[in-house]
């Protein structure tokens, strides 16, 4: 059974950081691109960050870039986001995401693009 579970989710104040994990299991993802997306009460879910499988090519949400680091460990299924300057806008349930559908330099911003999907963890931001 595949499955991605997300990880590190929690209550900080804004300014704050938080680390963000998913790890996969039940398959090797290590030629599947990674993303993160996330969905804020009475909003539609929408892409926060994305890695290519070769871990060469990323791409942000303008929201988040130069805050949000996406990184993976191939060894280890895994794949994070480092989410430093946090503010209360960025509050949202975070979900990690898997895509086997394009090459080693491919990311994706869209929804429609991901096979697979982890659950979701809490981000709350205080200001």
């Known amino acids: 059974q595949v499955q991605l579970v997300e990880s590190g989710g929690g209550l900080v104040q804004a300014g704050g950081s938080l680390r963000l994990s998913c790890a996969a299991s039940?398959?090797?993802?290590?030629?599947?691109?990674r993303g993160w997306f996330r969905q804020a009460p009475g909003k539609e879910r929408e892409f926060v960050a994305a890695i290519s499988w070769s871990g060469a090519h990323t791409v942000y949400a303008d929201s988040v870039k130069g805050r949000f680091t996406i990184s993976r460990d191939n060894a280890k299924n895994t794949v994070y986001l480092q989410m430093n300057s946090l503010k209360p806008e960025d509050t949202a349930v975070y979900y990690c995401?898997?895509?086997?559908?394009?090459?080693?330099?491919?990311?994706?911003?869209?929804?429609?693009?991901?096979?697979?999907w982890g659950q979701g963890t809490q981000v709350t931001v205080s200001s």
């Open positions: 995401a898997a895509s086997s559908y394009g090459g080693s330099w491919w990311v994706g911003a869209h929804e429609n693009e991901y096979d697979y």
């Open positions: 039940g398959r090797t993802f290590s030629s599947y691109a």
